[in-house]
């Protein structure tokens, strides 16, 4: 992790662009950032070995391993959600997918949300709705739409999410 990444406000600190430029020149996050790739590393060949053990035809696609941290983050939430779907694909088994289910619809929810803000702040919603009534809305239809998308990419069927 980045010094940036620890504490979100330092970038926009006066005092941000000096400890910024330090750590750039001496690492002091260095050694934290390697043991955040290792374990990352580790973490992606588990969940591949648990996949691969469940589905031996399943070929995990990459271009190589992410530099950056929200790429590894990204990375391991896909790997997840395709761990989950293959237990539910291959085991029906739904609770991985529950798990995963409860993590993805709190990280659209966020998304739409911050979304909402904006765009409610830009005057884009019908002027009859209260604040909370046209955000909610947003939300819900952002969530629902984007939740859809992610069961399909990941050839979740409908039927054997409801079960």
Same mark, same amino acid.
């Given at each position: ?16 662009? =000096? ?140 039927? =054997?999410?409801?079960?």
């Amino acid at each position: 992790m980045t010094l940036e990444q620890t504490f979100p406000g330092l970038r926009d600190a006066p005092e941000g662009a =000096v400890i910024s430029l330090l750590d750039n020149v001496f690492g002091f996050t260095a050694p934290a950032n390697e043991d955040m790739v290792k374990t990352t590393q580790e973490r992606s060949a588990y969940l591949i070995s648990q996949i691969k053990a469940l589905d031996p035809h399943w070929t995990f696609q990459s271009l190589g391993f992410p530099t950056t941290w929200e790429g590894q983050k990204n990375q391991l939430n896909d790997l997840r959600m395709q761990r989950a779907a293959t237990f539910a694909r291959v085991k029906r088994d739904l609770r991985p997918m529950q798990v995963e289910t409860v993590r993805v619809m709190q990280n659209l929810t966020d998304q739409a949300y911050s979304k909402a803000l904006k765009l409610y702040e830009a005057g884009a919603f019908r002027k009859h709705l209260s604040k909370g009534q046209a955000i909610g809305s947003y939300v819900d239809n952002w969530v629902r739409k984007n939740f859809r998308t992610t069961y399909e990419v990941y050839q979740v069927k409908e039927h =054997v999410a409801q079960v």
